[in-house]
């Protein structure tokens, strides 16, 4: 019986969030009903999206702290795009996320071919994607944009509950990727250069490959969340995007994706996102202060680091 049970590293995320799920609903009436879970699904839908890509990255056991401003990039390109230019919705969205592929790709071969540590290359890049967010939108909102780059953004009601199509798309992300992950080579290779780069190079495996593609299918992935921000708020906002990547990388750990790589479920990240957005939910339904949303949420990633540091030490 106890060997069919999951392990507790996968369980734990389901745990904290059932926990903190009853701890919510004793401290407001208002928290335990469907509107209120369809408001915490909308919340999470660009955040969760970014921590996809996200989530692929650590699992090389690499860090993108660019996410977020490239997401507000890819935004600001589609809207300007299609204010400016007259393009059609489906044309600006697809250079939005061609422009956030582009800086992916940019990521990944400063990776592989320059040697140069994820950490530091993301951190450049971070700032760059913010200089040029500002520069292009001459740090200004754009409005304007055609009906059709805000449908994701529209709802339908089911059992008398409103629910995006954004929200949809962000759940089919996260089932394709997680089988994607689970049933192809391509995905088992991402945790095979997660574990052991040079063990997976002797088997013929090409771990720049890997590693660039990786990076790539994380630019679509903040692309394609660029255009779920632009269809929540109906505008590019070019001050998005300045905590998400911290929200994303806390998705991802609170997910039980280790932060040393070749470990982790991408439905936990899911999981994680939905912690996050149900403590800021919760807290701000009790009347707490945004700058103690902050503090929880930070004290949450260091625990989450801690017990991915103490799983790792329990198993050598």
């Keep these: 019986m106890k060997a069919k049970l999951p392990p507790l590293g996968t369980l734990g995320p389901f745990i904290a969030l059932l926990l903190a799920c009853v701890f919510f609903a004793t401290q407001s009436d208002r928290f335990l009903t469907l509107q209120n879970f369809s408001l915490i699904l909308q919340q999470v839908m660009v955040v969760g999206t970014i921590a996809i890509g996200q989530t692929l990255i650590i699992l090389t056991a690499g860090i993108d702290l ?120 391509p995905g088992r290779h991402i945790y095979a250069v997660g574990n052991s780069p040079e ?67 991408l439905l936990g990240t899911l999981v994680g996102a939905l912690i996050v957005g149900v403590f800021r939910n919760g807290l701000t339904l009790m009347g707490v202060s945004s700058v103690y949303q902050i503090l929880v949420t930070g004290i949450l990633v260091i625990l989450a680091v801690a017990t991915d540091q103490m799983s790792r030490k329990g198993v050598r």
């Design 199 to 265: 063990a997976t190079r002797l088997t013929g495996i090409s771990t720049d490959k890997v590693l660039l593609g990786v990076y790539v299918a994380a630019g679509v992935f903040y692309g394609i969340a660029s255009m779920l921000s632009v269809a929540r708020i109906g505008a590019g906002d070019p001050n998005a995007g300045q905590t998400e990547n911290l929200d994303a990388i806390t998705a991802v750990v609170l997910g039980g994706t280790s932060l040393f790589g070749g470990r982790g479920i």
């Design 66 to 185: 660019s996410c977020g401003m490239i997401m507000a990039l890819g935004s600001i390109v589609m809207t300007k795009m299609a204010a400016d230019f007259g393009l059609s919705a489906p044309v600006a969205i697809a250079l939005g996320i061609a422009a956030t592929a582009l800086f992916g790709l940019v990521n990944g071969l400063l990776v592989t071919k320059a040697k140069l540590p994820p950490f530091i290359v993301t951190l450049g890049t971070l700032n760059i994607a913010f200089a040029i967010t500002q520069l292009y939108s001459g740090s200004q909102t754009i409005t304007n944009i055609p009906e059709g780059m805000n449908w994701l953004g529209q709802s339908f009601r089911i059992g008398g509950t409103n629910v995006l199509y954004g929200v949809i798309l962000m759940l089919v992300l996260y089932l394709v990727t997680w089988l994607a992950l689970r049933e192809t080579a």
